[in-house]
């Protein structure tokens, strides 16, 4: 089992940039798939990046292709997501998330096994 905990989110104007960060409890961490996923008021929670367990491979909502990449660090337990060039249309809670898919990676929410309890984003002026 893992436990993770989300941190770095906050208040930003479009355009800028924030650094959310995970950290896993455990020492299977690079046995899992990570995700990270965001979930707007009134809305059904939705992919936004994965990361694979050797850090080779990643995969991106198209939303956020080319504005935010994922990392991992499997000595340290953690996985990082820099999000830059936000949009208002960014404002959620991002949530991390472990999957013991077979997959490289895998964009299914319910692929994922262990969820943190969410970090708040919010874009605005």
């Known amino acids: 089992q893992v436990q993770l905990v989300e941190s770095g989110g906050g208040l930003v104007q479009p355009g800028g940039s924030l650094r959310l960060s995970c950290a896993a409890s455990?020492?299977?961490?690079?046995?899992?798939?990570m995700g990270w996923f965001r979930q707007a008021p009134g809305k059904e929670r939705e992919f936004v990046a994965a990361i694979s367990r050797s850090n080779t491979s990643t995969y991106f909502a198209d939303s956020v292709k080319g504005r935010f990449t994922i990392s991992r660090n499997n000595a340290k337990n953690t996985v990082v997501l820099q999000m830059n060039s936000l949009k208002p249309e960014d404002t959620a809670v991002y949530y991390c998330?472990?999957?013991?898919?077979?997959?490289?990676?895998?964009?299914?929410?319910?692929?994922?096994?262990?969820w943190g309890l969410g970090t708040q984003v919010t874009v605005s002026s």
């Open positions: 998330a472990a999957s013991l898919t077979r997959r490289v990676v895998t964009t299914q929410t319910n692929e994922y096994n262990y």
């Open positions: 455990g020492r299977t961490f690079s046995s899992y798939v």
